[in-house]
Structures are given as structure tokens and as C-alpha cells.
């Protein structure tokens, strides 16, 4: 099935796809298909800043150009922050017969003040609750996340930007704790690191 010709007219989404088509052409060549099961098109765009319709475009510009080199590699699109239900339709049999297509979700709890205020509990409770992704007409995975339950993690949100957790971030939030000794595990309770064990095993 031949790909369209760089449908997406923003030029740094065709500068991303001959990028793209460079990794596609080799690792998701046809050949590998033994080996390397997916590849994922674009890494974490934020999809409420971005023009949807030209999201949209890449992502199916992705697919097609993949499908030059393998019609079985399966091809990995973020969910962009987005419910994975928005994306039903989208690229699945009863569109043009699109075949292989997983949606990724990347699940972390420590980007907003209400994230980094939760108890231990409502971390696992969270966790639990995302993992089904109800309604999604797609192959589902989540391809990062973390048993983090602070944002104290050094330059975590930008170079020389603080933490939500001990209000110093840019825009103040709440103070919930200090950060000391967050990210040096020998200085960990034990009820700590039984803490992270629960959250990490949900």
C-alpha cells in the first residue's frame, strides 16, 4: 500500500516524517518482523497545544509510510494526551481496512498540584482506574511510567524549574512536603518504600 506523498503541509511535520521514514525504512522493514514488534511514530506530542487536525494528518501519514516497508509492523501512536476513545475510527479496518495500530499512554501522577497532594492511596486508586481504557477500538499499552509520587526529581520540570510538591515551582502551588531525601533511597522508611512497592505493583 503506497503512502501519500507528505499529506502533512506543516513543514516540521514532513521534516519529522523523513526522519521517521529513515527509522522505518530500516527497523521497520518488513525483514525485522520477527524481531521488532512495533514502532512508535511521535514520543508525547501535546495534543491540546497542538492543531488536531494536523495531528491527525501525521498520524495517518506515519501509518501509510510504515506500510511501504511492513504490512504487519505495528504502528505505536500516542494517545497525545487525549482520551484513547477519541481516536476510535481512526485507523482501524473499517478505515480503509488499517490494520496493526496501538494507541500508547504514558501514566504519570506528578504533573499537577491536585497529583503530587494525593495520598498514597488515591496514587494506587488512579492507577487501577486508567488501566482499562474503557470504549477504545484499538490495541492499548502504557508505554512509560513511574512510581513517582513527587515532582522533587532534580530539573524534572525544566532546567532550574522547582517542584509542585514543595512550592517552589514556577507558579506556586501548595507546599505538600519538603524534598529532601526524595530521591535518595537509602534514606527511605520502610513504610516509604512499601508505599512505592504497592503503587508500582497497581
Not at 482520551?83 to 481512526?90: E, I, K, L, Q, V
Not at 506556586?172 to 537509602?186: D, F, Q, R
Amino acid at each position: 500500500m503506497a503512502s501519500p506523498q507528505w499529506q502533512s503541509f506543516d513543514p516540521n511535520a514532513r521534516r519529522t516524517l523523513r526522519v521517521l521514514k529513515t527509522i522505518q525504512k530500516k527497523y521497520g522493514n518488513f525483514v525485522y518482523d520477527d524481531v521488532i514488534m512495533a514502532i512508535g511514530v511521535l514520543n508525547e506530542p501535546l495534543g491540546p497545544a497542538l492543531n488536531t487536525d494536523q495531528l491527525r494528518q501525521f498520524h495517518y501519514d506515519a501509518f501509510y509510510q510504515q506500510r511501504d516497508y511492513s504490512s504487519k509492523r505495528v504502528v505505536v501512536l500516542s494517545d497525545a494526551f487525549y482520551a484513547p476513545s477519541s481516536y476510535n475510527g481512526m485507523l482501524t479496518p473499517s478505515d480503509n481496512n488499517a490494520q496493526n495500530v496501538a494507541l500508547d499512554h504514558h501514566q504519570y501522577q506528578v504533573f499537577t498540584p491536585e497529583q503530587t497532594q494525593m495520598t498514597v492511596q488515591q496514587h494506587i486508586q488512579a492507577a487501577c482506574s486508567n488501566g482499562g481504557y474503557a470504549g477504545s477500538d484499538k490495541w492499548l499499552m502504557i508505554g512509560e511510567w513511574s512510581g513517582a509520587f513527587t515532582d522533587c526529581a532534580k530539573w524534572l520540570n525544566g532546567y532550574g524549574v522547582g517542584a509542585r510538591f514543595d512550592n517552589t515551582y514556577t507558579t506556586p502551588t501548595k507546599y505538600v512536603g519538603t524534598c529532601s531525601n526524595k530521591n535518595n533511597y537509602s534514606k527511605w522508611s520502610t513504610t516509604r518504600k512499601n508505599n512505592m512497592r504497592k503503587f508500582i505493583e497497581a
